[in-house]
């Protein structure tokens, strides 16, 4: 009896044992064995079952949360979310031995599509792979609208923009108002935009002004929530995405027939009006592809733009010796009689280096999305086919191997090297800065918005003096979301400074 006893205890414990056994199996096969790649994958922290890294990355401002991990880890980091993987990079040389070796495998994003979406669906610029399209797209946009010689071309509308922008703060400074500088910068960078595009300006009647701009702000932050959304492989937001494009798409096909029914109305170079006329007569480009590429150029241009008009001049504020000597730059080369310009840029070395360190402190892009089209190594390290690449410009740009006293605001520090020094700078040195990304998908409006930043800020500081309510500036980050905002928009008082100034009639 005890024997038959001891007989079935000793099976019973057999049989758990052998259960126990392959549950251990299953899950280390499912959540800690890491793939059979024949080389070692970059350092990684402890992940958690199921949901790998995504705990690391949910509390805090995902830069700032990738930051501090590439620092404790190193500045290559695999990380797992659900199962997608991972590789982060962090410093200048590690996004340089991306690029050196590998940078024609990591040129498309490989976001998944959103179907028929003006963003990201299947007529998009931004998110189409690297082949022959895109490079058709791209040579387009540069000769017709962020090259050098278009750029010249389109330089009055950016003036008139500029005066008009001058005004309106001119007027609110009258009626001793606040101005919230964000709304400001959009509204300059939206009728520039629109105007370089379309070569006519935002249609005023009947409030589609307005329209236009409340339809771009609830797009780009619905579709912000969407792509991050469907990226962890969840999908949220895609009725309402859905809904904002298709109101988006109508809006954009009655300007698309208005432009063919009236073409004389426009100026004949603008993007716009040679890509319609590339639509007839190549077939490479269709009207689809248009749509696409006037929402995403708008929305890559517009809010980047803004953005970093606004947190350039929060640092001007917080830095009144910056701002004196910005002043006196700007008095002594420009004079105290007419307004700033983008001509006289080249002369004006320190308000470029504020608005540089400006990008420095606060990319509005911190993070640039792509995708390994191929398996490769990175220094004796292995990745993954589909491992999603991200470069971390937030690190790379406060990295201290790099840069001196990282977190401070020191223009100076771009005036130290002479020009022949600068040329000399080794393309590893160089992409220690990278506010608008890096290699060949990196951002082709990076002229266009030096521009809008510099003359804006330079309007600014040279017009007015700034008073602020109270408080000094808040300089949080906004939590939630990809870009770098500011938690507390940056509201201040203009009064005028001078009455010389090129002062509009009505003074
Ligand atoms: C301060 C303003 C701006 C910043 C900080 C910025 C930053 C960036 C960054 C970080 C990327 C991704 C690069 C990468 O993946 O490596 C990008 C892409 C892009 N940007 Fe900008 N950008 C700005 C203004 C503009 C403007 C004014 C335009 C044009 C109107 C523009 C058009 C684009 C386009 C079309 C892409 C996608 C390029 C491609 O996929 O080939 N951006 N930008």
Known sequence: MVAAMMNVDFQNCFFFFILLCFFSLFCYSLFLRKPKVGCDLPPSPWSLPIIGHLHLLLSVLIHKSLHRLSSKYGPLLHLRIFNFPLLVASSASAVYEIHRTHDRIVSSRGLPPIEECLIFGSSSFINAPYGDHWKFTKRLIVTNMLGTQALERSRGVRADELERFYTDLVNKAVKNESVEIFEEAMKLSHSSIYRMIMGKSFPEENGETERVRGLVAEFVSLTKKFVLAKKLGVSLFRKNTMSASHRFDELLDRILQEHEENPDEHHGTEIMRVSMKACRETKRITRSHIKSLFVELFLAGTETSAQAIQWTMAEIVKNPKALVRLREEIDSVVGETRLVQETDLPNLPYLKAVVKEGLRLHPPSPLSVRTFQERCEIEGLCVQEKTTLVINAYAVMRDPDYWEDPDEFKPERFLASSRSEQAEESREQSLKYIPFGSGRRGCPGANLASI????????????????????????????????????????????????????????
């Open 452 to 507: 809008f930043v510099e003359t804006a800020v330079g309007t600014m500081v040279q017009g007015f003096d700034w008073g602020i309510k109270g408080r000094e500036v808040n300089m949080d980050e906004a939590i939630g979301g990809m870009n770098l905002t500011m938690a507390h928009p940056l509201k201040l008082t203009p009064v005028v400074r001078t009455s010389n100034l090129l002062i509009p009639s009505f003074l």
